[in-house]
């Protein structure tokens, strides 16, 4: 069993903050790539930012400047810090790692998501 477990949606009004944080448990080798989707209603799941291991974020053009994606590997978490939020940024964001387990190798792994609304 690995899960992806995310927290740190909410409510928050335009201009205001929010950190996701997802944590990986359960029986792995390694976490090479995590990342977070989000999926606002009758749209695709889109990627929001992803980073490898020891490596820089990759982030979505919409969120370039405003979101900070970070990992802390002795934890198995990565971190998406959200500034300067807008109503636009409502959605559900998902969690996403590349997980090498001991019996079914690599696999991609999604978490449950978390509901980020933006709203007056």
């Known amino acids: 069993q690995v899960q992806l477990v995310e927290s740190g949606g909410g409510l928050v009004q335009p201009g205001g903050s929010l950190r996701l944080s997802c944590a990986a448990s359960?029986?792995?080798?390694?976490?090479?790539?995590m990342g977070w989707y989000r999926q606002a209603p009758g749209k695709q799941r889109d990627l929001v930012a992803s980073v490898i291991s020891g490596g820089s974020g990759n982030y979505a053009d919409a969120v370039k400047g405003r979101f900070t994606i970070s990992r802390d590997n002795a934890k198995n978490t990565v971190y998406l810090q959200m500034n300067s939020l807008k109503p636009e940024d409502t959605a559900h964001y998902y969690c996403n790692a590349g997980v090498v387990t001991t019996y079914y190798g690599y696999l991609e792994v999604w978490g449950q998501g978390t509901l980020v609304t933006v709203s007056s």
């Open positions: 359960g029986r792995f080798f390694s976490i090479s790539t």
